[in-house]
């Protein structure tokens, strides 16, 4: 650990990047340059929702069958400050190193969080590598030190955390949500969830058990668990389960009521 003191506040200077988890549904996100990396940046930006206006001298051929005119469009091929004009986040992935810092110091004098693909200590942001399974998100970040690090280390969780983790915390979220509906006092609740999370749902999914499922639900919760609800979501969970690419050592089990 580095620790630098400023006014009173031990910062640590290895670790300068606080992670949080944004949405970025509709926010303009401006990326400068149209290479690998930008493209990387883009394909990741798509996912979560963003809007995406590129300024580059050239793009490549996967970038530019992105570009649809409304949610990605090429905007221009020289950079000027007025780019940053409307725009919420600015990734400055270009070649040129002197122009990513002048799009880093043009984002900073308008308070713009910015990423840098080179020099990325300049930046006020860096962008990690991520699992996702349905809700679960796992972001690994070694704040720049060595992203090739970073990127061993998601293949390692990817093992670990496999596609049944998204069908478990649909569930987990379902049954939350419905045991808060109960209107019991907060202790039961919370009795209950941690009976809940103490059961070896995984395994019962990864297994294909599903009438094991139902069952230690049951005896956790009672009769207050409504079957009808739960059965609904465990035929839309199943439903991957069902087809060759999913693990799933038994055949799942026919509904139970
Ligand atoms: C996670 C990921 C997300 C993404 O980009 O979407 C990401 N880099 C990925 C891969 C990757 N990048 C590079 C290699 C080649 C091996 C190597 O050089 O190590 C590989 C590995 C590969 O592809 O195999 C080269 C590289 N990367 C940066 C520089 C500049 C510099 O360090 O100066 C250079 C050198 C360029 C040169 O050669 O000069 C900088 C950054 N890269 C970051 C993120 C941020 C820090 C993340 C962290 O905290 O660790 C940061 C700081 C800024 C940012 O971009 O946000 C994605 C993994 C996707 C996955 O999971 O597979
Ligand atoms: N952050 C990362 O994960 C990461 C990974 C690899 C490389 N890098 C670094 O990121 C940068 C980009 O890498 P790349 O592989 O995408 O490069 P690339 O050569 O594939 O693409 C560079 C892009 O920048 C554009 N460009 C260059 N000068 C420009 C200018 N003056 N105005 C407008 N556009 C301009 C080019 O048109 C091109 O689209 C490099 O500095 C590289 O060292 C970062």
Known sequence: MRIRVERGTEIDDENRFYPIFVSLEDRVCLVIGGGEVAQRKVAGLLRFGAVIRIVAKDLTCRLEERCDGTRVRWIGRDYEPGCLDA???VFAATSDVELNRRISADARARKLWCNMASDPEMGTFIV?????????????????ASPALAREIREKLEKEFGPEWGPYIRLMGYLRKVIQSMGLESSENQRLFRAIAALPILSWIQEGRRGEILRGLQDVCGPRLGIEGLNALLDELWKPFSSSSQPCATPPEPSAT
């Open 87 to 89: 725009v919420d986040l």
């Open 128 to 144: 990690p590598s991520m699992v996702t399974r349905g809700a679960l998100n796992l972001a690994v970040s070694t704040g720049g």
